[in-house]
């Protein structure tokens, strides 16, 4: 059984896909799809000796050796262009994300849906994804073991929803303040719109966060924490103005 947050992300890929899954680790997410007969060719992406030994394990294990195929190398450099039409990357950062889609645009062509979960600086790949003409499409945001995660949805602007074209533009939601196009980035605009119980959990925990981050400083009392104290004393006020 999957973890919730990668059935999640299992549930973004849809049925009849050839996928790859980049930093696949055990392969558990390509395996899964492939025994549930939901992928037709699925490429297990592993730069590590490791994780790369431990999915040729698993997918050994599991008899699917002709649908799932462990390949290891850097980002997408494991697949051949149109070889794939959904790619997955989850589990790392939102900066090594953006870096592997940067670096990786040239296998990008068939590709027609990114799923994508960073564990931290997610609006660095929603940046990326808008810089390169892709729209997210669907975003959500699960609790798992007491930590939040967001999973964005990407697919190309000329697939796009039509009110998902206007995502990032500066706008009120509910009966919120303006939210300008760098918030928007950074709260998550879908689960923002959707205002899911996790989202609001989720920046809640960030400003409990913040609070421990200030006590801290506080605490310090050097020049160099108080000066930051103002920068994070607004950050807080924001988030709390948008909760
Ligand atoms: N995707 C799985 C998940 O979400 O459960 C595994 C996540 S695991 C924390 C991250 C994996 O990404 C590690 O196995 C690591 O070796 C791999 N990785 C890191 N950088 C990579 C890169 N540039 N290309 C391919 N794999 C990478």
Redesign the pocket.
């Given at each position: 059984k999957l973890s919730k947050?990668?059935q999640t992300i299992a549930d973004y890929v849809p049925a009849g896909s050839r996928l790859a899954?980049?930093?696949?680790?055990h392969a558990?997410?390509p395996v899964y799809l492939a025994e549930q007969g939901r992928v037709s060719f699925a490429v297990a992406?592993?730069?590590?000796d490791g994780?790369l030994e431990a999915a040729r394990r698993q997918v050994k294990e599991s008899g699917l050796g002709a649908v799932v195929h462990p390949r290891q190398?850097?980002?997408l450099a494991v697949i051949d262009p149109d070889e794939v039409d959904v790619v997955t990357v989850?589990?790392?950062g939102g900066t090594?994300i953006a870096a592997?889609l940067e670096q990786g645009q040239s296998k990008l062509g068939s590709v027609k849906r990114l799923v994508l979960?960073p564990n931290v600086a997610e609006d660095q790949v929603r940046r990326w994804l808008a810089a390169h003409d892709w729209l997210l499409d669907d975003e959500t945001v699960l609790e798992e073991d007491g930590k939040f995660y967001f999973i964005l949805c990407a697919v190309r602007r000329d697939d796009a929803h039509e009110e998902n074209v206007k995502l990032y533009r500066p706008r009120r939601i509910g009966g919120g303040p303006l939210l300008e196009t760098e918030e928007l980035l950074r709260f998550g605009p879908i689960a923002a719109e959707r205002g899911e119980e996790a989202f609001f959990r989720k920046w809640e925990s960030e400003l409990e966060k913040l609070d421990h981050i200030m006590e801290g400083m506080v605490r310090a009392g050097t020049d160099a924490a108080l000066s930051r104290l103002e920068e994070l004393a607004a950050e807080r006020n924001r988030i709390k103005e948008v909760l």
């Amino acid at each position: 059984k999957l973890s919730k947050r990668l059935q999640t992300i299992a549930d973004y890929v849809p049925a009849g896909s050839r996928l790859a899954d980049i930093g696949s680790d055990h392969a558990l997410l390509p395996v899964y799809l492939a025994e549930q007969g939901r992928v037709s060719f699925a490429v297990a992406g592993e730069i590590n000796d490791g994780p790369l030994e431990a999915a040729r394990r698993q997918v050994k294990e599991s008899g699917l050796g002709a649908v799932v195929h462990p390949r290891q190398g850097d980002g997408l450099a494991v697949i051949d262009p149109d070889e794939v039409d959904v790619v997955t990357v989850a589990g790392m950062g939102g900066t090594l994300i953006a870096a592997i889609l940067e670096q990786g645009q040239s296998k990008l062509g068939s590709v027609k849906r990114l799923v994508l979960q960073p564990n931290v600086a997610e609006d660095q790949v929603r940046r990326w994804l808008a810089a390169h003409d892709w729209l997210l499409d669907d975003e959500t945001v699960l609790e798992e073991d007491g930590k939040f995660y967001f999973i964005l949805c990407a697919v190309r602007r000329d697939d796009a929803h039509e009110e998902n074209v206007k995502l990032y533009r500066p706008r009120r939601i509910g009966g919120g303040p303006l939210l300008e196009t760098e918030e928007l980035l950074r709260f998550g605009p879908i689960a923002a719109e959707r205002g899911e119980e996790a989202f609001f959990r989720k920046w809640e925990s960030e400003l409990e966060k913040l609070d421990h981050i200030m006590e801290g400083m506080v605490r310090a009392g050097t020049d160099a924490a108080l000066s930051r104290l103002e920068e994070l004393a607004a950050e807080r006020n924001r988030i709390k103005e948008v909760l």
